[in-house]
């Protein structure tokens, strides 16, 4: 069974950091590039960042860059995303996604939820 295991939100104020994490299980990890997406309330789903297989190459949607900081350890099998600068619009439910480099397969974790408030 494959499973994705967000951990890390929760409340910060304003200027504050947090750092989410995504464990995966059932998948070799190492063969899949990893985004983190969020979904603030009542609003669709955002790219957040990506990092590929390797490590070598991560992606920033321009709301994010320079404040957040994408990483993985593959032997680990966990990805992070170290959020700095944090203000009210982060607010949202942050999801990690893995997609295949070799097939179409992807899968989801359930999100865990940032939340950035005086």
């Known amino acids: 069974e494959v499973q994705l295991v967000e951990s890390g939100g929760g409340m910060v104020q304003p200027g504050g950091s947090l750092r989410v994490s995504c464990a995966a299980s059932g998948i070799t990890f190492r063969s899949y590039d990893m985004n983190w997406l969020r979904q603030a309330p009542g609003k669709g789903p955002d790219w957040v960042s990506r990092?590929?297989?390797?490590?070598?190459?991560?992606y920033y949607a321009d709301s994010v860059k320079g404040r957040f900081t994408i990483s993985r350890d593959n032997a680990k099998n966990t990805a992070f995303l170290k959020m700095n600068s944090l203000q009210p619009e982060d607010t949202a439910v942050y999801y990690c996604?893995?997609?295949?480099?070799?097939?179409?397969?992807?899968?989801w974790g359930q999100g865990t939820q940032v939340t950035v408030s005086s």
């Open positions: 990092v590929v297989t390797g490590g070598g190459s991560t």
């Open positions: 996604n893995v997609r295949s480099t070799i097939s179409f397969l992807e899968y």
